[in-house]
Nanobody, 118 residues
Framework: QVQLVESGGGLVQPGGSLRLSCAASGSIFGTVVMGWYRQAPGKERELVAGFTSGGSTNYADSVKGRFTISRDNAKNTLYLQMHSLKPEDTAVYFC????????????WGKGTLVTVSS
């Protein structure tokens, strides 16, 4: 069974920094891609940052230059380093892993809340 558990969320002031972690357990086969999504109050879930199957990264225009996605394969952990946080970054952040083998499946964590406010 594949399990994703996010941590690191909390309350931070505008301009502050925060690092989110996603601990993964279990085995995934096939072509696997991982990333971070977020959902703000009253809005749809959106991709924040992610890895492609080739190992390159993609970022939402709203976070480019402020957020950095990384991973530690030895620790089976995905990270999202966030700097210069803004109130509009307030959302529940979700870790995602997707594979195409043996079928097309998406795995999701429960999410961690990030609140940016003074």
């Amino acid at each position: 069974q594949v399990q994703l558990v996010e941590s690191g969320g909390g309350l931070v002031q505008p301009g502050g920094s925060l690092r989110l972690s996603c601990a993964a357990s279990g085995s995934i086969f096939g072509t696997v891609v991982m990333g971070w999504y977020r959902q703000a109050p009253g809005k749809e879930r959106e991709l924040v940052a992610g890895f492609t199957s080739g190992g390159s990264t993609n970022y939402a225009d709203s976070v480019k230059g402020r957020f950095t996605i990384s991973r530690d394969n030895a620790k089976n952990t995905l990270y999202l380093q966030m700097h210069s946080l803004k109130p509009e970054d307030t959302a529940v952040y979700f870790c995602n892993a997707a594979t195409n083998w043996p079928r097309n499946v998406d795995y999701w964590g429960k999410g961690t809340l990030v609140t940016v406010s003074s």
